[in-house]
């Protein structure tokens, strides 16, 4: 899937993929880098998370690479975007929240992924000043209720992904830029509301009643462009087509 489209998005459940036993050597293996961190977290539930979105992420990068996923090597840039250190071939990008887990991997540029739970309460809770620009705004006069919640979510995930792809996350100022939510797809604007010139990002939204996932793709110029249709980017039976052993070997 990764060689047709050149981008993909993989959901783990937090419980398949939260490390359970005795052997704490072999999740520092796994871990690596991020085993201090893992170690220093204060709460079982903390730890378990990290944990669990970590080995996700390398399960994910190692299916990509062809390697075993004890051999990725993840770090992080300033902003807080993993990479997997001396390896340029893909970019990855990881979200989770509550008991889901969604990571991105592209082999065409930078990706960000994020995701929310799709009622998560933001309309009328400052969100529109904070996260909005302008002409999201102007968008969304008249639209009321669950709709106009439905509309924020949806906003808020695609901009938490372009972030994350910049490597910026919170520090770039989200009234600072807009989409448009056509037909068509999300279109990154300017906040009076004119179209970004080029055609290097894509992006998409999916959502299936519990959950709202969006997902940014630039087109590096590495291959053909990133295809984010739903067929292709995101599929239910990638994961465990892909890590089937998963965090089994953690279990034994």
């Known amino acids: 899937m990764l060689d047709a489209s050149g981008s993909v998005i993989v959901r783990g459940a937090l419980a398949h993929w939260t490390p359970a036993g005795p ?23 903390m730890r378990e998370r ?5 080995l996700l992420l390398r399960y994910a990068a190692a299916a990509a690479l062809d390697t075993a996923p004890d051999l990725v090597d993840l770090a992080y840039q300033p902003g807080g975007r993993p990479f997997v250190r001396g390896c340029d071939q893909i970019a990855i990008s990881l979200s989770h929240t509550e008991d889901i887990l969604v990571v991105g991997v ?13 009622s998560r309460a933001l309309a009328g809770t400052g969100a529109e000043a904070q996260g909005c620009a302008r ?10 209720g669950e709709e106009r919640n439905d509309v924020l979510v949806r906003l808020w995930t695609l ?10 996350g919170l520090r770039l100022r989200f009234t600072e830029f807009g989409f448009a939510l056509a037909a068509e797809g999300p279109r990154l604007v300017r906040p009076d509301g004119t179209p970004v010139d080029g055609e290097s990002w894509r992006f998409a939204t999916f959502a299936d009643g519990r959950y709202v996932i969006s997902a940014a793709v630039q087109d590096g110029g590495f291959g053909g462009g990133a295809d984010l249709s739903v067929g292709t980017a995101f599929d239910e039976g990638l994961l ?8 089994e070997r953690l279990r034994s």
């Open 50 to 54: 990290f944990a669990a979105s970590r």
């Open 240 to 247: 465990g087509a892909l890590f089937r052993s998963g965090p």
């Open 159 to 168: 901009k938490e992904a372009y972030s994350k792809a910049l490597g910026q």
């Open 135 to 144: 002409c999201e705004r102007e968008a969304l006069e008249g639209v009321e």
């Open 106 to 118: 592209s082999r065409e540029g930078r990706v960000g992924v994020d995701v929310e739970r799709a």
């Open 23 to 45: 052997d704490r050597a072999r999740l520092r293996a796994m871990l690596g880098r991020d085993w201090v961190r893992y170690s220093r977290l204060p709460r079982t539930w």
